[in-house]
């Protein structure tokens, strides 16, 4: 008590050195922090804000004392993503400032820091959230996804470059669909086969009009009567007849 009355002795005559000195042996941090912007010490001011939880009134001292993770801290207290982001923004942590974006909602900022930085997996899933599925293939070809890549172009209809992430990574099924979605047969043929889908690849020969590599997988997987009308089609009756019986 005869600490406090100190304090507040001092402070009633504008010493705010020896108020906040007081008030400090007093325990009462509040009437501490008060005083130490009065001087000015932001720095002290701002810790024992940050030790009593009053968020906001820290981070406006150590935002005006130039101390931007920790008023960056604060405003993560307060959920406050894009106050946060600007003060990591002003320290160039750019990582954090766009996760805070990202946590924010500015997923087109948050992706931009990202490709910055080079994290481009971290790039591509704020660019599939806006979305922005080329922005987001892109990203996801730099971080050598393949897979991330071709979902990306595939949602984009950029079949040819689905089809070709798709065969990067060793998806042969989805690299022939993306294939037979532009009517390229014979493309689509070679990666039903490297899959080892005989009937798909089948009838990507028959659709190319390439009827004897067509009845050759027809008769591989049994169906006897596409293999006969390939075999027909190409004038080989004699085997058309054969698997007609």
Same mark, same amino acid.
């Given at each position: ?97 766009? &996760? @805070?974006?990202? $946590? !924010? /909602?500015?997923?087109?900022? *948050? =992706? +931009?820091? %990202?490709?910055?930085?080079? #994290? ?69 043929? &070679? @990666?039903?086969? $490297? !899959? /080892?889908?005989?009937?798909? *690849? =089948? +009838?990507? %020969?028959?659709?190319?009009? #390439? ?35």
């Amino acid at each position: 008590e005869e600490w406090g009355n100190a304090g507040r002795g001092y402070e009633n005559s504008a010493d705010w050195k020896n108020a906040a000195r007081f008030y400090e042996l007093a325990l009462d941090w509040r009437s501490a922090a008060r005083c130490f912007k009065q001087v000015p010490n932001l720095s002290k001011a701002a810790d024992y804000l940050y030790q009593l939880r009053d968020w906001r009134g820290a981070a406006e001292c150590y935002e005006t004392n130039g101390n931007w993770h920790k008023a960056a801290l604060c405003h993560l207290h307060l959920k406050d993503w894009v106050a946060a982001a600007v003060c990591y923004l002003s320290e160039q942590n750019l990582l954090r400032a766009a &996760a @805070c974006l990202g $946590r !924010a /909602g500015d997923f087109a900022g *948050a =992706a +931009r820091l %990202f490709e910055e930085q080079k #994290d481009w997996l971290a790039a591509a899933k704020c660019y599939e959230r806006l979305p922005d599925w080329p922005k987001a293939a892109h990203c996801f070809e730099m971080a050598s996804n393949w897979t991330g890549a071709a979902r990306c172009f595939e949602n984009a209809a950029a079949w040819a470059d689905a089809a070709r992430c798709y065969e990067q990574a060793g998806d042969w099924s989805n690299a022939a669909d993306c294939h037979e979605s532009m009517s390229a047969w014979l493309p689509a043929a &070679a @990666c039903f086969k $490297r !899959a /080892g889908d005989w009937a798909g *690849a =089948a +009838r990507c %020969f028959e659709k190319a009009a #390439d009827w004897k590599k067509a009845a050759a997988l027809y008769v591989k997987t049994a169906n006897w009567l596409k293999a006969a009308e390939c075999h027909a089609a190409c004038g080989q009756t004699s085997q058309a007849r054969q698997c007609r019986q």
